[in-house]
């Protein structure tokens, strides 16, 4: 671990746990080719048991003056990520996943931006990269100012990292997640914003919802400059005999955040929308796996089980299903009648 020689611009944390080498090689690169160099890496080695992996690490933090790694005992993203706040001394904090990496002029054109508008949120686009194509995702339409000042904006932003909505959907990823975005350290330390290290998923999420709410100011750059890596073999797309509990976290956390601060049926109708949208990953890594361990007769009855008690109870009964994209409505109906076997059917050909 080295430190810095002065405080630098910008500070970015970047998680690490046994990640394919040449796709880390591919992220730290990208980082070491900004064109703003004003930065500090800390690499964050949540542990990793792959040799490889620690290799790389070690062999950046020792040629770049301005990376340092840090190895410790593997207890999850959210822990990392918190750690890296903890030591970061920059003024401005970025993110980036290990198997991502970025465009030379990302750090530039965000910090930029963030010091002509005044900010606490900087955000820009990206690309969704699958194994043989990139998908171009904007993260708000195009029509929308680079200054984030109305507050429809904002609720629609909320909107989004809530769950699905008429507003607007990017194709294929929300603006919940945390990379992709500056944020000004000294707007998290005010906030007390970190990482919820209770939940096994969506923790960049409800942190997102905090940190949207609580900015007084958010801009945009609508540049596509993050490459968001789509990796099938990802832990999310395997069978997971917990995700009911992880789930009943997440809405417990939200519920939380909702309680917090005023909000009006809009925003609610955005909560009832992200607790139906569970129920899908819920089905399909879970009831709807290969690897569930009961019958069709007991996986049904578990299911109907499951509906029958909150939050997803009242999301089903009070949701306005027609602030639902087509897609969603057509599966929130299956939901509701309970036709499960057609459910599984177009789950399995997705």
């Keep these: 671990m080295k430190a810095a020689a002065c405080q630098p611009m910008i500070s970015i944390i970047m998680p690490v746990y046994n990640t394919d080498s040449v796709l880390l090689t591919k992220c730290l690169e990208s980082i070491l080719r900004q064109t703003n160099q004003d930065f500090e890496l800390l690499i964050i080695d949540d542990g990793s048991t792959d040799e490889e992996t620690i290799k790389v690490c070690d062999c950046f933090a020792n ?10 005992v ?9 750690y890296g706040l903890y030591h970061a001394t920059g003024s401005w904090i ?3 996943d290990a198997d991502d990496w970025i465009d030379p002029s990302y750090l530039g054109q965000l910090v930029s931006r963030a010091h002509g508008e005044a900010c606490d949120i900087v955000f820009c686009d990206c690309y969704v990269e699958f194994k043989n194509h990139s998908v171009s995702n904007a993260f708000i339409p195009e029509t929308v100012s680079h200054q984030i000042d109305s507050s429809n904006i904002r609720e629609q932003l909320l909107l989004q990292i809530l769950g699905q909505n008429k507003c607007y959907n990017p194709p294929e990823i929300g603006i919940g997640v945390p990379w992709g975005k500056l944020y000004r350290h000294d707007f998290l330390l005010s906030h007390e914003l970190k990482f919820d290290e209770s939940l096994k998923r969506m923790q960049d999420n409800v942190f997102n919802l905090y940190a949207f709410k609580q900015a007084s100011a958010i801009s945009y750059v609508p540049e596509k400059l993050y490459h968001y890596n789509n990796i099938e073999s990802s832990a999310s797309h395997k069978f997971n005999p917990n995700i009911v509990n992880d789930f009943a976290q997440v809405h417990e956390s939200t519920e939380q955040f909702l309680e917090r601060f005023e909000f009006d049926q809009t925003i609610l109708q955005g909560y009832y929308s992200r607790v139906i949208q569970s129920i899908h990953p819920i089905l399909r890594y879970y009831f709807f796996h290969e690897k569930y361990p009961e019958n069709k007769k007991t996986m049904y009855s578990e299911i109907k089980t499951l509906l029958s008690k909150e939050p997803y109870i009242t999301a089903m009964r009070k949701a306005d299903y027609t602030r639902m994209p087509v897609k969603m409505f057509i599966y929130a109906l299956l939901l509701k009648f309970h036709l499960f076997t057609l459910m599984r059917l177009i789950i399995s050909r997705e």
């Design 94 to 96: 970025a993110f980036i």
């Design 63 to 72: 040629i770049s003056k301005n990376a340092s790694v840090f190895h410790r």
């Design 74 to 82: 593997n207890n999850g993203v959210s822990a990392a990520r918190n």
